[in-house]
Antibody, heavy 114, light 112 residues
Framework: QIQLVQSGPELKKPGESVKISCKAS????????MNWVKQAPGNGLKWMGW????????TYADDFKQRFVFSLETSASTAYLQINNLNIEDTATYFC???????WGQGVMVTVSS | DVVLTQTPPTLLATIGQSVSISCRSS???????????LNWLLQRTGQSPQPLIY???KLESGVPNRFSGSGSGTDFTLKISGVEAEDLGVYYC?????????FGSGTKLEIK
């Protein structure tokens, strides 16, 4: 069956970086784009952007153009989200979601605290 | 950006009651290809969002048929015909007709 399995929770200090993964299974990875979505504690969902899994080209939403990097390891059917120079406002759960939102990862809680 | 306004923000329902959630868009969600890319999701506490409906009214596989979606252009509705206890959570509409993809602010369904 189709699954998106994300890496585990992260606890980081301000200024550090984090790289979280999203491993796809049950379908051909390159047939669907991968989106990233942020959910801050108690808040709604915010789309961060997407990555073309065929070309590796990322597209970032306006609020996520500076410190955020989407990447792929196509041979492992895995997408990555890296956040550099973390700050407190990056504390959130980050979801990967396939294509049109039909499958979602379980989310990764990233906590940034000094 | 397209703004999706959901009402009501909170919904209190009894088991068996039918309820509706509205999602109004600041722009028409009709794509030039004729599709309307409006989905509904349910997020239960501590879980990732679960897709319920896509393309306005199509039920995702495995979703009970007490859920239905309707609407066109800028006005959309999710209806639950006979709420069950497992339906509690936060419902979101989302659109990807226009970039950036956007979500509604959510409607929290609570069971009396």
């Amino acid at each position: 069956q189709i699954q998106l399995v994300q890496s585990g929770p992260e606890l980081k200090k301000p200024g550090e970086s984090v790289k979280i993964s999203c491993k796809a299974s049950g379908y051909t990875f390159t047939d669907y784009a991968m989106n990233w979505v942020k959910q801050a504690p108690g808040n709604g969902l915010k789309w961060m952007g997407w990555i073309n899994t065929q070309t590796g080209k990322p597209t970032y939403a306006d609020d996520f153009k500076q410190r955020f990097v989407f990447s792929l390891e196509t041979s492992a059917s895995t997408a990555y989200l890296q956040i550099n120079n973390l700050n407190i406002e990056d504390t959130a759960t980050y979801f990967c979601t396939r294509g049109t939102g039909d499958y979602w990862g379980q989310g990764v809680m990233v906590t940034v605290s000094s | 950006d397209v703004v999706l306004t959901q009402t009501p923000p909170t919904l209190l329902a009894t088991i068996g009651q039918s309820v509706s959630i509205s999602c109004r868009s600041s722009q028409s969600l009709l794509h030039s290809n004729g599709n309307t890319y409006l989905n509904w999701l349910l997020q239960r506490t501590g879980q990732s969002p679960q897709p319920l409906i896509y393309l306005v009214s199509k039920l995702e596989s495995g979703v009970p048929n007490r859920f239905s979606g309707s609407g066109s252009g800028t006005d959309f509705t999710l209806k639950i015909s006979g709420v069950e206890a497992e339906d509690l959570g936060v419902y979101y509409c989302m659109q990807f007709t226009h970039y950036p993809l956007t979500f509604g602010s959510g409607t929290k369904l609570e069971i009396k």
